[in-house]
């Protein structure tokens, strides 16, 4: 007390306590001495409701003595309420907390073991702290922020009991901060009945290097006011784990301005990955989605919706299962753009094993890998009802599936605008109903320049092995190979369904041969039904045909000459009778599969998704002269060891790329490309 009564008349900041009853008097002076103060704790367990209460526009420190951990000391409210409550209601002055541990003994699950309620420009800091359960029936939260300015949560431990024997609540709970909130290198984990982190207000949320694990609700949930809707929130490199209530997911985030989701890894959440709503525009990047699940929710991975745009880019979804849309993600915006994911075995109860789009004006999927994806429902990897242009291009399809009385093993699209599928792999798809493959029935549809290769539809009152399209008005059906597919049904390669005489079906420079019927359907190639205003087949190497087209020539009928379809390579060989006999016809493209020029140099098109050359130079033979030197060698498989860019071919560079330019370089340098599938169409000169 003498230190005490010597800091009250010195107006001193330091105040060094030893006893509940030391805590509680420091605090009290503190609040009425007119200085900034710090008060230091000895190692001990303090027992109480300790609270601080001032007008003043000071600062306010708690910390152990110097080289006490926050192992040795402990403020407990013994189940009677807070721990400790700070409220300043100044205009200023700042807040900081450090390395001490709270128990989360206060009688009520509503109220946390910390709280504090910060001047209108104060900041505050909790830095390394630890708020932990007793095993007994205790209950409380662990961190409560009523307000501030600015907050700043770091190295701080946030455990509850993960029993269910007594609710905690939420671990950190932010309701009043106007300003920026900071939480970094936390962990919260085992909250029940409670979120890992709940918070309700901020003007900036920057959530990074956190671990969110087993918590019974969210493990971040951001909800500011709906009216704001302004909140720029970044969330990145955070574990969110195994959230164990049905319906609640690793993180949800509402109501912002901006959101860039990055570096995140979602696992095991039983109500999904991850929510996103009611905002401006989110980038969600470079996040693993893995074995997440919604047992009677929606999605498994993400549901992104409600906002002005989605950008979902470079994430990787896997072994997610969504209730009723979207194993692996759940769109629902103006604009949808999904680039260069991955997504492989996610399932779906109903529609769209990995992907399911419902809404919006403009829509991209783009550079995707879908595999082994599956749904109950129609789509098994790709589901759309959105309006507007829906663009699927880029992408490859392999063994994606659908079951029941439903369509598109890999992709289903139906809605009431524009759909564009071009520059596609589909291969190895299945559907027990029609399209083993793609399913198309939208007003306008464009196919084009697509691989379709090996696709299975299983239903016999339905049809197309590979593709089904039922367009509302027109259809361009262009260069793509549709080869080895199979129907029980009708059409085993392609299915045309028409529905009303408005409609125009322009099919040309395709190659639709040598698939097949495994019932007693019609059509083992092409299968039409139905009469529009006006149906052209035409520029086609095509067998087995069923329906009557208006225009039905010119056609080839004969084996495209594939170079090895057997190992999967189906560009066309320098005999083949399908190469120049295409038509330069509307909606042509420039480029093939491959990314070649359309034309040759006489102006020339094939027939098939590739276009036949053997003019262009492996991307390591960066002088191109058809030989490969140890220095282009050398730098290209640098550049590939480093994850660089490369100027004049794919990125990321493919490894089978530098193992052919090495190939190559040991065997003399010198190439000639054969026309055939990259990189072995690069062969040695004789």
Known sequence: ????????????????????????????????????????????????????????????????????????????????????????????????????????????????????????????????????????????????????????????????????????????????????????????????????????????????????????????????????????????????????????????????????????????????????????????????????????????????????????????????????????????????????????????????????????????????????????????????????????????????SCSGNYQGGAVYVNSSGTNVITGNLFQQNSSADGAGAIYAASPGITISDNLVVNNTQTGSSAGGGGIFVNPGSILYMINNTVFNNSSAGNGGGAAFQISGTTQLLYVFNNIIWGNSLSGSGNGADVYLTGSGQQTALQYNDVNGMYGVWNIAAPMLNTDPKFFDPVNGDYHLQTNSPCLNYGTNGPFLLLTDLDGNARTNGAGQVDLGCYQFTTNVFHPADTNQDWTISPAEYTAYAAAWKAGQAWSNGPNPIPANYVTRAGYLMTNGGAYYNDGSARPVNWKLNP
Request: net charge negative; with cysteine; charged share 5%.
């Open 1 to 400: 007390m003498a230190l005490f009564a010597l800091a009250a008349t010195c107006k001193a900041a330091d105040f060094h306590v030893a006893t509940a009853q030391d805590l509680q008097s420091a605090l009290t002076m503190a609040a009425g001495n007119g200085a900034a103060n710090n008060i230091w704790l000895t190692n001990g367990y303090y027992s109480g409701n300790f609270s601080y209460s001032s007008s003043a526009n000071y600062n306010l420190a708690i910390q152990p003595e110097p080289g006490v951990s926050n192992t040795q000391v402990a403020i407990d409210g013994v189940a009677g309420g807070r721990a400790l409550n700070i409220t300043c209601s100044g205009s200023s002055g700042n807040v900081t907390v450090s390395n001490v541990t709270f128990m989360r003994n206060c009688g009520s699950y509503s109220i946390g073991a910390l709280r504090v309620a910060a001047s209108s420009g104060g900041t505050i800091l909790v830095n390394a702290c630890r708020f932990l359960s007793p095993t007994n029936n205790s209950q409380g939260m662990g961190l409560e922020i009523a307000s501030g300015l600015n907050t700043t949560i770091v190295n701080c431990t946030v455990i509850g009991k993960t029993n269910g024997s007594a609710y905690d609540g939420d671990g950190i709970n932010i309701t009043g901060v106007t300003g920026t909130t900071l939480l970094y290198n936390s962990t919260m984990a085992g909250n029940y009945a409670g979120c890992g982190a709940d918070i309700t207000a901020s003007a900036v949320l920057t959530v990074t290097n956190n671990v969110f694990q087993t918590n019974s609700n969210e493990g971040l949930y951001f909800y500011p006011s709906s009216g704001t809707k302004t909140a720029v929130v970044v969330v990145s490199n955070n574990v969110f784990s195994t959230t164990m209530n049905n319906n609640v997911c690793g993180a949800a985030i509402e109501n912002f301005g901006t959101l860039n989701l990055g570096a995140n890894i979602f696992n095991g959440n039983r109500g999904g990955g991850a929510y996103i709503s009611y905002g401006g525009t989110a980038t969600v990047a470079g996040n693993t989605f893995d074995g997440n699940d919604v047992w009677d929710g929606w999605w498994g991975g993400a549901a992104i919706g409600s906002l002005g745009a989605a950008i979902v880019t470079g994430n990787t979804f896997s072994g997610n299962t969504g209730g009723y849309g979207g194993g692996g993600v759940y769109l629902n915006n103006t604009t949808n753009i999904l680039t260069g994911n991955t997504f492989g075995a996610n399932s779906m109860c109903a529609s769209g094993g990995a992907v399911t789009i419902v809404g919006g004006t403009i829509t991209t999927i783009s550079n995707n890998a879908f595999s082994a994806n599956s749904a109950s429902g129609s789509g098994g990897s790709v589901y759309s009802t959105a309006g507007g242009l829906v663009t699927i291009t880029g992408n490859t399809f392999t063994g994606n």
